[in-house]
């Protein structure tokens, strides 16, 4: 299927309940039904983060190949990488359904899926025949919401799933299991930290390129919150946080009928929340720490701002059930431009330039 395609195919696909059309699209991914014509990246996108060098700072975010089943077709779309999960130890169903609602008017989703998972023992072996091919590929884990030690749920899945992912992304921050998001508490997260931390020095083996270790944030934490988040982080010097994922907020100005549905919302209604957080974040930690851009991303100039706010790589989806695959390729050529207008070369000379003091008036007339 190529852009063409999917512009015929939207509307129908579109009139299929949301979990219904993301299957039939996951199964035609893997077939090789869907496929895009690659064009080599600007030289100015290469962006060196967590240890790697990435073609392009474009990422998949963790949602769409929960369980690993076609993060090469995406890659192949011309993500500069890619995010798999999130994955729990045990299989589990998640939430009843309905927990996908489109918000066409909004151009955003709320969902409440609750880490429906294939669990270790699917995604394991998918992760295992993979290893090895081209392109940077991250696994997103979390817990069985059934569990009795949550943190030891984490560690299980980096043991089983270390050597063959690039990094590792812990979710605590997931709206749709109970009392996750208490993981992101400064004591809670210092000993999931410190756990975690220690596992992945024993698995390395002193190998010197131990497996890069990112945090996934909430939106909604509160300002002594997300700076508990940021000593946290610097003690343990972890090596990157994605901000943000999905809100429980954001709802009076959403014009869709589906606002009033419990779970966490994504797409556009989230941009601005998401990155002043973002902007917060690299201002308390100085820059230190790597930052992962999500959270509303729907064109290249959303991505631009994310930069400039501090992030060195950043990851959408919610874009790509209104925009198609071709939203990839638009991303990559927008963002570009705006580098070559600012007198820019790169990526990394943009990232963090807009994150100071001034940040909030900054954004306002980027997105203005």
């Not at 979990?19 to 699209?25: F, G, K, N, P, S």
């Amino acid at each position: 299927m190529s852009s063409g395609l999917f512009r015929l195919a939207r509307p129908l696909l579109h009139r299929l309940e949301p979990e219904t059309a993301h299957r039939l699209t996951i199964t035609a991914l893997a077939k090789g039904w869907v496929s895009h014509p690659r064009e080599a990246d600007p030289p100015s996108l290469e962006t060196r983060a967590l240890g790697f060098v990435f073609p392009n700072p474009i990422g998949l975010a963790a949602g769409f190949d929960k369980n690993a089943e076609v993060a090469d077709a995406m890659l192949a779309l011309g993500f500069g990488f890619v995010e798999v999960g999130t994955i729990c130890p045990r299989p589990q169903e998640g939430n009843a359904r309905p927990r996908v609602f489109r918000l066409a008017e909004d151009r955003a989703v709320i969902n409440r899926l609750g880490f429906p998972s294939e669990g270790l023992a699917a995604v394991k072996p998918r992760l295992e025949r993979r290893w090895g091919a081209s392109g940077i590929l991250g696994a997103n884990i979390g817990a069985n919401k059934d569990s009795h030690d949550r943190r030891m749920d984490y560690d299980i899945c980096l043991r089983a799933l270390y050597g063959y992912t690039d990094y590792f992304t812990i979710n605590v921050s997931s709206p749709n299991t109970p009392g996750l998001r208490g993981l992101q508490g400064r004591r809670e997260l210092d000993d999931l930290l410190s756990m975690l931390t220690a596992t992945r020095a024993e698995l390395d083996r002193g190998s010197g390129r131990p497996a890069p270790l990112v945090l996934k944030v909430a939106p909604d934490l509160t300002p002594s919150g997300l700076e508990d988040v940021a000593s946290v982080v610097e003690t343990h010097k972890l090596d990157g946080v994605i901000v943000a994922n999905t809100t429980i907020e954001e709802r009076d100005a959403l014009k869709s009928a589906n606002r009033v549905q419990a779970g966490g919302l994504s797409g556009p209604p989230l941009f601005k929340r998401s990155t002043e957080m973002l902007a917060d974040l690299y201002r308390m930690t100085g820059g230190r720490v790597p930052l992962i851009g999500a959270g509303g991303i729907s064109s290249g100039r959303d991505a631009y701002v994310k930069i400039r706010m501090g992030a060195s790589l950043v990851q959408l989806y919610t874009g790509l059930i209104y925009q198609g695959p071709e939203l990839v390729r638009r991303i990559k050529r927008e963002l570009a431009s705006f580098l070559k207008a600012d007198g820019l070369s790169s990526v990394a000379e943009a990232v963090g330039t807009g994150a100071d003091g001034t940040h909030r008036a900054v954004l306002k007339n980027m997105m203005g």
